[in-house]
């Protein structure tokens, strides 16, 4: 049985279920949407279909016909069992045919149903009903879209990703912070808030500086603010550095993508975690922090139903306006005060890969 496995691989979701189901047993590749290369199970690097493309990814409104035209071509000539496409894409519909020509699973991020419009969710219709399978990282996105798609619940799961960089942190958890400060570039003697965690425009980063920045200066001098901007949307990236620029804050901007130990200790050197983005699923990036001690103050509107029936400790608040004085509060209330010491066990039982990993075999069967 071999899988193909269709995912952005900046993003680690794809990349690590290949991973695990492979250390399963299973014979699983993972294209990446973006440059079309194809990764096999040994991890031997394809760049043919990528080179094809290549010169056709510049074109505008048109380049998109040319990806799908070369994902059908890796289908076609590849002869998968099973497709995954991560993220459901309307575009998908043009090469369905060779999607469905197998098992076809649709797997849901959040971000993907949440921001799309009443229209596209009508032409996505027949992607899920050539689906034999749609896949969600927690039951409340599973719900709203058999809310909206009423059709499709016996062909519908909860498959929770898991999340390896959780294994990193465990390893690299009993380095001093200063140290891992020091490594990385940080202040060792500041509190350390990193906000967001990629450069997409959702994150809403200029509205969490113009909170930062309505502290009173002797709050600001005792804080370092770190932006992780390593993968994302590049425009938006330039937009928030040339925002800082101006702005007299201690700030550091990360912008090389991170994997492994670098991954966990820029979450092991953090203390405080602003999320606040305008929607989501099931944060990843989230967890690791919440995972790594850090306190993380997110959104209430924000689908977490998931980290409060577990009991996560967090803070919630209701309006991103309110973020400024959540901070004050926190940082003059002393921040190693506040209790973060069940999130561990919490986070693990619901992200190790080894509690998650057996609902994607199910799938796949």
Request: proline share 2%.
């Amino acid at each position: 049985m071999k899988i193909l496995i269709i995912a952005n691989s900046k993003i680690v979701f794809g990349k690590e279920l290949k991973s695990e189901l492979i250390n399963k047993g299973l014979d699983v590749s993972l294209l990446d949407f973006e440059s079309l290369t194809l990764y096999n199970r040994s991890d031997f690097k394809n760049d043919r279909y990528g080179s094809l493309f290549k010169k056709f990814k510049s074109i505008p409104k048109l380049s998109m016909f040319f990806r799908m035209w070369y994902i059908k071509k890796v289908i076609q000539e590849n002869d998968f069992d099973i497709v995954n496409i991560h993220m459901s894409r309307w575009f998908y519909i043009i090469i369905l045919p060779w999607l469905a020509r197998e098992k076809f699973i649709v797997t849901f991020y959040g971000s993907d149903f949440y921001r799309t419009s009443g229209f596209i969710k009508k032409i996505q219709t027949n992607l899920y009903k050539k689906a034999d399978a749609i896949t969600f990282t927690n039951p409340l996105t599973k719900n709203s879209f058999l809310k909206y798609y009423k059709d499709f619940e016996s062909k519908s799961h909860v498959c929770r990703f898991g999340l390896k960089t959780l294994y990193f942190i465990d390893k690299n958890r009993k380095i001093d912070k200063k140290s891992l400060r020091d490594s990385l570039g940080y202040n060792k003697e500041k509190i350390v808030i990193t906000c967001g965690h990629n450069s997409t425009k959702e994150q809403q980063h200029d509205k969490i500086i113009d909170n930062i920045l309505k502290l009173p200066t002797e709050l600001l001098d005792k804080i370092q603010f770190v932006f992780p901007m390593t993968y994302g949307n590049d425009l938006n990236r330039q937009k928030v550095k040339n925002i800082l620029k101006q702005k007299n804050l201690d700030y550091i901007v990360l912008e090389e993508f991170l994997y492994g130990d670098d991954n966990a200790n820029i979450k092991l050197a953090s203390d405080i975690m602003i999320n606040m983005l305008e929607t989501d699923s099931f944060s990843g990036s989230m967890q690791e922090f919440l995972y790594a001690n850090n306190i993380v103050i997110t959104g209430s509107w924000l689908p977490y139903e998931v980290f409060d029936d577990a009991g996560v400790q967090y803070i919630k608040i209701d309006n991103i306006d309110e973020l400024s004085f959540k901070l004050a509060e926190l940082i003059n209330s002393d921040i190693k005060t506040y209790d973060t010491s069940k999130n561990q066990k919490i986070i693990s039982e619901l992200s190790l890969w080894d509690n998650t990993i057996q609902s994607w075999v199910d799938i796949y069967k």
